[in-house]
């Protein structure tokens, strides 16, 4: 719920920007296996999925892969103004989450393509002010993800690799507290992410990535009702961004764990025939941590999965009984054949915020959200 701070801000200051960015979304990640592993995926990395997640495993692929993900998501938020409920408000999407092709030499070499929708943008809330005056939030919109990645095997313990993303997105909102006004958001931008896959046994491997260029750019287009378009430019700047994950194998059961970190600088913006200005805005580091359990019944039969994620930030002033995100993942999978593989996960996340209900305010809104996810993935190799 970031945008909220930041679109309730807007619409009653016009065009003076505040000093709260965007929100940049809520990642639902990428194929429903590293999804039911709960994205404790940078250290096992041996399948399409890799390129994402990974690009030096893709280097452990034995044979050439092309997947489909198809994603269908319910999202529920409810708000609480001074201790009163609001009704829930609730969105449901369904969409292609990811398309990805990886060749392989089956030995050194591995190039992968692929097209992700790993951030979501919607988001609806609505509840009545203390006022009397009945607030709605909608948010709908996704961040689109284009990806390139190049793995190469150094030796048998040690793989390379280096992937570039081109990312475009596109939020419209419309936020209505006794007047109407609505955000048309689009981003651009692309960053390139190094990795590495090291195999330290047969039982235990480490891998890691970190986005070490990075270009993020947003036109706002924010308009209220009955009055003209304001149009303003941001450059936003994530100074670092790493994740770096461990795998143990023992027979037919597989363990995982990883560290996703997401550090923030600042960014500069101007509205439309301004200068840009810089502004510190000192967001919180925001630590992901990730546990998956992979259970394969017997060498070749179906495998069954289990994931737990959850988020925490340095939060310099941490909200009163805010709780950290969290998800609950579980999954299957199986191979009809030794060329056509079928994964399903599902996904529950909760969390919960407080914030103002007002620029300056007194924070006194707990929003609390509920989303539920099932992905499907069919690969075929070759």
């Known amino acids: 719920m970031g945008a909220l701070a930041l679109a309730a801000a807007l619409s009653t200051s016009g065009a003076e920007v505040t000093g709260e960015l965007v929100s940049l979304g809520k990642k639902t990640g990428v194929g429903a296996r590293a999804i039911s592993l709960g994205?404790?995926?940078?250290a096992v990395a041996d399948d399409y999925s890799a390129l994402y997640y990974n690009a030096a495993g893709m280097t452990q692929l034995s044979r050439s892969e092309v997947a489909a993900n198809l994603s269908y998501g319910f999202s529920e938020n409810q708000a609480s103004l001074n201790g009163e409920r609001s009704s829930p408000t609730s969105l449901e999407t369904t969409k292609l989450n990811a398309l990805t092709m990886v060749l392989t030499d089956g030995g050194r070499w591995a190039l992968g393509l692929g097209y992700y929708v790993p951030v979501s943008f919607d988001d609806p809330l609505a509840y009545r002010s203390a006022d009397g005056t009945d607030y709605l939030y909608d948010g709908e919109g996704q961040m689109d993800h284009y990806r390139l990645g190049l793995a190469y095997m150094v030796s048998e313990q040690?793989?390379?690799?280096l992937a570039a993303s081109a990312v475009s997105g596109r939020e419209q909102l419309e936020i209505q507290d006794g007047?109407?006004?609505?955000?048309?958001?689009e981003y651009t931008g692309y960053n390139l992410e190094p990795s590495f896959l090291i195999h330290l046994s047969d039982m235990f491997s480490v891998g890691g990535s970190a986005v070490v260029v990075e270009q993020l750019q947003l036109e706002d287009t924010y308009q209220e009702k009955g009055g003209s378009p304001l149009e303003s430019q941001y450059d936003i700047h994530h100074p670092f961004q790493a994740k770096l994950g461990m795998a143990f194998q023992s027979g037919l059961t597989q363990v995982s764990f990883d560290w996703?970190?997401?550090?923030?600088?600042?960014?500069?913006?101007n509205s439309a025939g301004e200068a840009f200005?810089?502004?510190d805005v000192h967001y919180p580091n925001k630590h992901t941590f990730n546990i998956g359990l992979e259970q394969y019944l017997d060498k070749h039969g179906p495998a069954l999965r289990l994931g737990y994620t959850w988020e925490?930030?340095?939060d310099e002033r941490p909200q009163p009984n805010q709780a950290d995100p969290f998800r609950i993942s579980a999954g299957i999978g199986f191979m009809p054949t030794r060329r056509v593989g079928l994964d399903f996960a599902y996904q529950y996340g909760s969390g919960r915020t407080v914030q103002n209900s007002q620029p300056g305010g007194p924070e006194d809104l707990a929003i609390e959200s509920e989303d539920h996810q099932v992905m499907a993935s069919l690969k075929l190799r070759w």
């Open 39 to 42: 994205e404790a995926f940078t």
């Open 158 to 161: 040690v793989s390379l690799g």
């Open 179 to 185: 007047n109407t006004a609505r955000y048309l958001e």
């Open 260 to 269: 996703h970190g997401d550090f923030w600088s600042s960014y500069t913006y």
């Open 277 to 279: 200005v810089r502004h």
């Open 312 to 314: 925490n930030q340095d």
